[in-house]
């Protein structure tokens, strides 16, 4: 069997799509299956990184350039047409559609006998439940949704999200997002853990809210920072040393960023 995975996220671009791009194509071709990738094209440190791959990959010029994002449906165009000619090559049985940008030319594609979806639900909160400016996005992005022969959601509140714009539950399948095993196994390194502690502050028996991901409006760690206070003022105890959640952000490094 052969998958075509197309996206518009991919390394040495860093984000969470991007890297899901990534493994994703590596174990599926990991497990014996033909993988073809077709993704942006950034820098000269494309060649670095796809000489290292197990699988084929084809680079989008210009896909990856800001100024594309910035021109409105370039980006759309400029893929549908590599799109369209790697389908055409590549003739594969599966094709997963990663990331919001890669959805939406996807619904431009015209014959949909092969199609599958992986969607991590950003882009249907933005498009579908949010923006207007960005709501005419929705219709080809619905339309790969109603032609896919499956559609992947990486949880239930993503699910939730599928069937609250029309996708119907018996076309919808939960495959969470995992971790390798050394991540889970590996030791703790106290070296770092007391660096860290060290350098920010952190007191022995001081709790610890770790949040991973971008600074972007949708990630919402202002909402975070916003309830802290009142999560603190709930839940600490009354008798021990309270917190003085704004003194300790005002004192963060970067805090302007």
Known sequence: MKILIYTHEF?????????TSYKLARVISEAGLEVAALV???SFKDGEIDKTLPYKIAR??????RWVKGVPLLQYLLGWIF????????????ALFIAEEAEVTG?????FSFKVVHVAGSGITT????????????FP???????????????????????????PSEKITV?????????????LNTENLNGLKKEFGIRENDKILLTVGRLLPRKGQDTVINALPRVIGRYVNPWSERVDTRRNLRDLPGKKR
Not at 11 to 19: D, M, Y
Not at 175 to 185: A, D, K, L, Q, R
């Open 11 to 19: 390394p040495p671009f860093l984000g969470g799509l991007a890297t």
């Open 40 to 42: 942006p094209s950034y």
């Open 60 to 65: 989008m010029p210009l896909l990856g350039k």
């Open 83 to 94: 799109l369209y000619r790697a389908l055409a090559k590549e003739k594969p049985e599966v």
């Open 107 to 111: 619904g431009f594609i015209p014959s």
């Open 127 to 138: 498009n579908f439940l949010e923006s207007r400016m960005k709501s005419l996005l929705r």
């Open 141 to 167: 992005m619905r339309r790969l949704y109603r032609k896919a022969r499956s559609v992947i959601a990486v949880s239930r509140s993503t699910k939730e999200l599928l069937e609250r714009v029309g996708v």
């Open 175 to 187: 495959i969470y997002s995992g971790v390798e095993n050394y991540m889970i196994h590996q030791k």
